[in-house]
């Protein structure tokens, strides 16, 4: 979901059914898994870069996991902005805050909550090879592979998910439901 301007701040919480899809503990099973994947996959010094505000509560379990596995990431934030207060995406992408450490050169690993139309990465992607990044590798918690808009699959993906708007472990809806430990399904009513 987007921020900045009209960040939905004084609404209220929108009443709703939230049902379980990946509960915490298959979450931090996969979250390790994918840890185990990386390190298989990217060596060396790398810089991963979390995009806020969705991918906050995954970067922190992920680069947590990341140590386990003897990497030494560093870690930046670039906030950006899709989709406003809707559940469609609009298709128009902003960077609100920018990223400000180095990234000419480096090995980049691009870390988001989910990839659906695909705008947001390949807006974030391209980007950064125009700043003339090494290589960028992209991981996503989620996976919406039916919705994409635009060319772009992720190197590590979590979970495939379902077409359905869910919630939680950072994904928002409206800016709520970041704080659920699982990952769920909003259901209206
Ligand atoms: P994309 O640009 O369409 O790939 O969408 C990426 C962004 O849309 C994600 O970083 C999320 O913030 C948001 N998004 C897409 N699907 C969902 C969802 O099911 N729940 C919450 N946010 C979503
Ligand atoms: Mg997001």
Known sequence: MGSGPG?????SKP???VSVLFDADRIAARVA??????AGGVGGDFLVISILKGSFVFSADLIRAMHGEGMH???????????????????????TRDVTDR???RTIMLVDDILESGRTLAFAKTMLLDRAAGEVKVCV????????????EADFVGFECPDEF?????????HYYRELPYV??????
């Open 73 to 95: 990431p560093q870690i930046d934030f670039i906030t950006l902005s899709s989709y406003g207060e809707a559940t469609e995406s609009s298709g128009h992408v902003e960077i």
């Open 15 to 17: 009443a709703a059914k």
């Open 103 to 105: 990234i000419r050169g």
């Open 7 to 11: 960040d939905g701040t004084t609404q």
């Open 33 to 38: 898994a994918l840890a185990k994947e990386i």
């Open 184 to 189: 769920g399904i909003l259901e209206s009513g």
């Open 141 to 152: 918690f989620l996976d919406k592979p039916n919705k994409r808009k635009v060319a772009i």
């Open 166 to 174: 869910v919630v939680g472990y950072g994904l928002d809806y409206a």
